[in-house]
């Protein structure tokens, strides 16, 4: 009798242990720190939407994966003309928007159409702006024209700016977004969440997971305690760095280290005086002691960089010798440049602790070569307004995430106001190029101008900081672009 | 002398004692950083340890007081300066529109939470230890001329003061010259009582960013850089978390003893 009370108590423990499992394997809630401010990814540059919403509810003709390698999306296959300026796609088939309708090649038309048009709210309408004309060809197949070759046209396709959106559901895609993905949006419930759920009539393989939570929780010690107490599975971009060994070192969590397209940067007001001349540039990189702000800042999270590109990258030249920490040689130059006494600034620190904290190093180091960087913090929405868009800064510390954005540089009227002619035509030449070798020359070329010009100051890579539950698989470690694929997420049994 | 004011005095001596000295001497340098020493504990080199980036947080606690009183100091002077003479002026025209404009408009002021104001004044005119000092400055003026004038109020009524009136005094001479000297005890004890409330609104107004900016050390953004650190340098938290408590418990206590050794009605009711 005793060994059959202990084998029913047992057999009750392993299923209310399974019913728990069960369970558990429907839902996940994901934390990140910014809420998005509405869920249109072609209309806005904050990179919280495509958070939510790539790869998830929205889809393009191409995407990245988790490597950060570019693969087929809605796009079965395509081909691409000899000339290298028209590539006509394939569409799967029997791909259906979450409100029924099915997508198409009018639908395809209709989003890269909208992206490029003359009043298209787009974020990144350069992506488009070598494009001459769409054309249906059939339901399935749709025909794009470029104005010159584009190497990079099938990349800059898998953005979340370039996913397709159904004209049948434009007008409220900001708060109701309709796309192809595994999952439908479900609530949003502002200042609080998002909930999709698993879309059952996907086209490709369908998600594991019945459905998921995204919680928007921006306070670092907040992000700490709910991942303490276990409200949260996942926090994705975790913002304190120096919490991560207290979770690697408990048994309930994993932490996932990875890398980012996010080149921090000490950006200078290229326009600005002092900062006009060049030497006083080199003289700010080499007062920077990047491995003190690696690891004062971000707690050892962080590559460092020497130009302004992802370390990961084929292309990349490592560059940081030219920028090597030397307060001396920094205030000869001072000294030649007419300083020798240094010289007053502002510099302007928005919210992130990488910011913050590198800020007050940072200014700690430039008063060691006698500049005086009078520190002012910022929120966002200030930071935008008279940094990015005013141009009214000396110096400012920013991540910059978006993949591949070098290209950045080439557009004089960008908040640093870095106009060089010579690197202009570099980019122009880089559009035109498709041959692979030629390709990471000129990249190659492109990296070691700006580092030769000083154009920045180049900090580190950010690094991807993911706090999970023991058991959660399948997330990206890395974040190519910015996005929160939960497509093959699921428990571990 | 008794007990508390004893106790105050030492506790608020000994903070004093560290803000002046921090202008000759620290034990390190309170701004140098020194990344590869962080987050030590309390130690013979570092007598409170060092923070996130390694700077000496004894020292910094001490620049940090000097923060605070600067701060508290100017902020209730600020106070006394405006508040007193308009309660004077208000009590001087008792009952006329003159009181009632002024006291109205310490009402309305009094009426914010004193913390909601100062967060307003440094939001719109921006983050800083200039800012913050007026902001603190302004929610002091209603304190000191409620109670100036409410003392003042009963002084007018009594016999010295209509000798001074029959003796042709203006109402501007009989303020300062009779009144002034009279509600001073209260002031002193009212003001220590404001400074501890200002040294707590500065450690505040730091706490959330919007007092003195780095890299000039504050108690209330040491506490904030310390928030996501607690669970494994509860000492980054504590130690400014200690020297706000006790300034704040030592000017209190030190308020209480001095409003017993100046206002002799009390002393006379509790023995």
Known sequence: MRQFSKLVFASAIALAAGMGIAQAQGSLTVAMQLEPPHLDPTS???????????????????RFMGDGSVVPGLAESWEISDDGLTYTFKLHDGVKFHDGTTMDAEDVKFSLDRARAEDSANAQKALFAGITDVTVVDPLTVKVTLSEPNGNFLFNLAWGDAVIVAPESIENIKTNPIGTGAFKFSDWVQGDKIDIVRNPDYWGTPAILESATFKFISD?????????????????????????????????????????????????????????????????????????????????????????????????????????????????????????????????????????????????????????????????????????????????????????????????????????????????????????????????????????????????????????????????????????????????? | MNRNLILGLFLSSLVLLAALVSFVWTPFPHTTMNIPQKLQTPNMVHWFGTDHFGRDIFSMIMVGARTSIAVALVAVGIGMAIGVPLGLLAAARRGGWTDEIIMRANDLVFAFPSLVIAILITAVFGAGAINAIIAIGIFNIPVFARITRGAALSLWEREFILAARVAGKSGARISLEHILPNVMNLLIVQGTIQFSLGILAEAGLSYVGLGAQPPTPSWGRMLADAQTMVSFAPHLALIPGMAIILTVLGLNLMGDGLRDLLDPRLRVRRS
């Open chain 1, 220 to 493: 670092p010690t907040a992000a700490f305690a709910a991942v303490m107490a276990e409200d949260v599975d996942v926090f994705t971009g975790f913002p304190a760095p120096e919490n991560l060994p207290q979770f690697e070192a408990d048994p309930r969590f994993q932490v996932l280290v990875g890398s980012t397209e996010g080149e921090t940067i000490l950006a200078i007001n290229n326009k600005q005086p002092p900062f006009d001349q060049l030497k006083v540039r080199e003289a700010l990189a080499h007062a920077i002691d990047r491995q003190a702000i690696i690891d004062g800042a971000m707690f050892g999270y962080g590559t460092p960089i020497g130009t302004h590109f992802a370390p990961h990258n084929p292309a990349y030249v490592d560059l940081t010798g030219m920028s090597a920490y030397d307060p001396e040689l920094s205030k000869k130059l001072l000294a030649e440049a007419g300083f020798p006494d240094g010289f007053e600034t502002t510099l302007y620190l928005p919210p992130p602790s990488y910011a913050r904290r590198g800020g007050e190093i940072i200014a700690a180091q430039l008063a060691e070569v006698g500049i005086k960087a009078e520190i002012i913090n910022v929120e966002w929405a200030q930071w935008l307004e008279s940094v990015f868009r005013g141009k009214n800064f000396g110096l400012t510390i920013v991540s910059h995430t978006e993949p591949m954005d070098i290209g950045i540089y080439a557009r004089p009227d960008y908040y640093f106001q870095y106009d060089n002619p010579d690197f202009q035509g570099l980019m122009k030449r880089l559009n035109e190029t498709t041959d692979p070798d030629q390709r990471t020359m000129l990249l190659q070329n492109a990296q070691r101008m700006i580092s030769d010009d000083y154009v920045n100051g180049y900090l580190f890579q950010l690094a991807a900081l993911t706090v999970a539950k023991v058991g959660v698989q399948g997330l990206w470690a890395n974040a190519p672009t910015q996005a929160t694929d939960l497509t093959a997420v699921s428990w571990a049994k």
């Open chain 1, 44 to 62: 806005a540059a904050a990179g919280a939407i495509d958070s939510v919403t790539y790869s998830n509810i929205f889809e393009g003709l191409t």
